[in-house]
């Protein structure tokens, strides 16, 4: 009698242990700043800014590692017809600005496209091998309507299409319906009228559950005070989003914009123009 107690106590107990249960997945995310676009006005990023504030802005991708995946969510640009009309400075290739992580392209598993413009979907085809996520109606509204007349696609371009188009015929592009889990533990979230149906990435981390929001917020100013994207369809669309960022992520800083240069000094630089989000 006295054996079969001890021996419930003993798997009762270990029922308990934390190491019983399956663990969360966990993934480390990077920043990685391949470009600057220098004195862009800062009220086109934030409405009703003062018109007279300039900002040297970033230009950005996230390395998402963990789990067997080795992820980017947005791809860069690389392409000059794309970016004619800016000034680029400090340029690096996209696929060479991973490889300060010791990162190949062709190790690159998964892209997750937060929206269609030009600075974030150019460089897909830089990653041959990378699965490609993208909004259902994003992908839909870009590669017909937007097209045709009355149709808007102002900084997207139809050799990025193109790219998405042929993924699809190699069994490659993904078209999320909607908010859900596409890679374990990782989520994307219909985000606002940025483009017709952006989106945005949660991943779970060491340090908690890390937003990056792309262009669903431009700069930390657009969350700190509140304030819409200055390039959107909807800006009520744009803060819904912001206000569900705040409770998906394990707290505000957490939530990573899209082009604040801010973000490669609030966290730890790890190697040339790369910091460690988590």
């Known amino acids: 009698m006295t054996q079969r107690i001890t021996r419930f106590v003993l798997i009762s107990t270990f029922c308990f242990l934390p190491s019983a249960f399956p663990q969360a997945p966990k993934y480390e995310v990077y920043a990685v700043r391949y470009a600057t676009i220098p004195a862009f006005p800062v009220a086109d990023l934030v409405q009703g800014a003062d018109k007279t504030l300039k900002l040297d802005i970033a230009m950005m991708v996230w390395l998402v590692r963990g789990n067997g995946h080795t992820i980017l969510v947005d791809s860069g640009f690389y392409r000059p017809q794309v970016y004619k009309g800016f000034t680029v400075k400090d340029f690096v290739r ?11 392209p062709d190790e690159i598993t998964d892209v997750i496209i937060t929206h269609s413009h030009w600075d974030h979907a150019d460089g897909a ?59 374990p533990g990782i989520n994307v979230y219909i985000g606002g009228k940025h483009t017709w149906q952006s989106q945005y990435a949660s991943v779970p981390t060491r340090s908690g559950t890390v937003v990056l929001a792309s262009d669903n917020m431009y700069l930390y100013l657009n969350l ?24 998906i992520a394990s707290r505000p800083e957490l939530i990573v914009p899209g082009h604040d240069p801010a973000v490669m000094t609030r966290f730890p630089k790890v190697a040339d123009r790369v910091v460690r989000i988590d």
Request: aromatic fraction near 10%; avoid cysteine.
């Open 224 to 247: 700190e005070k509140h304030l819409p994207i200055a390039q959107t369809f909807d800006k009520e669309s744009n803060l819904r989003a912001q206000d569900r960022m705040k409770t």
């Open 125 to 183: 085809d830089l990653f041959p091998k990378a699965q490609i996520w993208i909004q259902k109606d994003e992908y839909a509204y870009y590669t017909a309507d937007a097209w045709q007349p009355g149709g808007k696609h102002g900084g997207v371009y139809y050799e990025d299409m193109n790219v998405f188009l042929k993924a699809n015929t190699e069994g490659r592009l993904h078209l999320v319906d909607g908010d859900r889990e596409i890679l």
């Open 94 to 104: 996209p696929d060479e600005a991973v490889a300060r992580l010791g990162v190949k």
